[in-house]
């Protein structure tokens, strides 16, 4: 049986690398796509780790050759999924994991229209500036870019079927392990809950995103 193929989006500094670790070390059967890009190693990363690092002309050659799944711009640089390795680890019927931004993730939604896409987030605006200054990987004025950006992407977290708060990593792990396996279904009010926080009614998911936008606004005039 082919795997599945399953996009986890985020805000940068929403914690989600952090999320795919957890939940590969707790399940077996899945396989990380290593997105390539053009931007430069943070300190602390490894070339085929994090990321495949490469040359702006190498990536573009590759786009050529239809080597990508999909691919996008962000903050000035090229994120994108190599195909084969996608490709060959589904044949084998292991789950494939894309960490990868909202542009790619609406590329692979027309491609791979079963995919399963689910974007993590802080619960709050101020925890993902939080997190974002207190990694301490960049400066005040990148970090404060990536808020921008943000601010911008949460009008696409509609357009995910899952949206799943990271509050704590084994209760997020276990979330988006429960949506990939089709073992998630809605709690009721009062039913027992497992792992974290997961909204999937569309009203709900919009409110969130106006929500999280606003208040980033807000933090971005001060």
Same mark, same amino acid.
């Given at each position: 049986?082919?795997? *599945?193929?399953?996009?986890?989006?985020?805000?940068?500094? =929403?914690?989600? @690398?952090?999320?795919?670790?957890? &939940?590969?070390?707790?399940?077996?059967?899945?396989?990380?796509?290593?997105?390539?890009?053009?931007?430069?190693?943070? *300190?602390?990363?490894?070339?085929?780790?994090?990321?495949?690092?490469? *040359?702006?002309?190498?990536? /573009?050659?590759?786009?050529?050759?239809? @080597?990508?799944?999909?691919?996008?711009?962000?903050?000035?640089?090229?994120?994108?999924?190599?195909?084969?390795?996608?490709? $060959?680890?589904?044949?084998?019927?292991?789950?494939? &994991?894309? /960490?990868?931004?909202?542009?790619?993730?609406?590329?692979?939604?027309?491609?791979? %229209?079963?995919?399963?896409?689910?974007?993590?987030? %802080?619960?709050?605006?101020?925890?993902?500036?939080?997190?974002?200054?207190?990694?301490?990987? /960049?400066?005040?004025?990148? =970090?404060?870019?990536?808020?921008?950006?943000?601010? /911008? $992407?949460?009008?696409?977290? %509609?357009?995910?079927?899952?949206?799943?708060?990271?509050?704590?990593?084994?209760?997020?792990?276990?979330?988006?392990?429960?949506?990939?396996? @089709?073992?998630?279904?809605?709690?009721? %009010?009062?039913?027992?809950?497992?792992?974290? $926080?997961?909204?999937?009614?569309? =009203?709900?998911?919009?409110?969130?995103?106006?929500?999280?936008?606003?208040? &980033?606004?807000?933090?971005?005039?001060?």
């Amino acid at each position: 049986m082919e795997g *599945k193929l399953v996009v986890i989006s985020g805000f940068s500094g =929403a914690g989600k @690398g952090t999320v795919i670790r957890r &939940l590969m070390e707790q399940n077996k059967g899945y396989a990380l796509s290593v997105s390539m890009t053009t931007r430069q190693p943070r *300190k602390g990363e490894t070339d085929g780790v994090e990321y495949h690092f490469v *040359k702006n002309e190498v990536f /573009e050659e590759l786009i050529r050759q239809d @080597g990508f799944l999909e691919h996008a711009g962000y903050v000035d640089h090229y994120y994108g999924t190599p195909r084969a390795f996608v490709e $060959e680890n589904m044949a084998a019927g292991r789950n494939v &994991l894309l /960490e990868i931004e909202v542009q790619g993730a609406m590329q692979i939604r027309e491609k791979y %229209p079963d995919a399963i896409l689910a974007f993590v987030t %802080p619960p709050t605006a101020q925890e993902l500036k939080n997190r974002l200054f207190g990694r301490k990987t /960049e400066s005040e004025e990148k =970090a404060m870019g990536r808020l921008r950006r943000a601010a /911008e $992407e949460a009008f696409s977290i %509609p357009e995910y079927p899952y949206l799943i708060i990271n509050e704590d990593v084994d209760a997020c792990a276990q979330s988006l392990q429960s949506v990939i396996s @089709g073992a998630w279904t809605p709690q009721e %009010p009062d039913g027992p809950h497992i792992g974290g $926080e997961i909204i999937t009614d569309p =009203a709900e998911k919009e409110a969130f995103a106006r929500t999280f936008s606003a208040r &980033l606004e807000e933090i971005l005039s001060q």
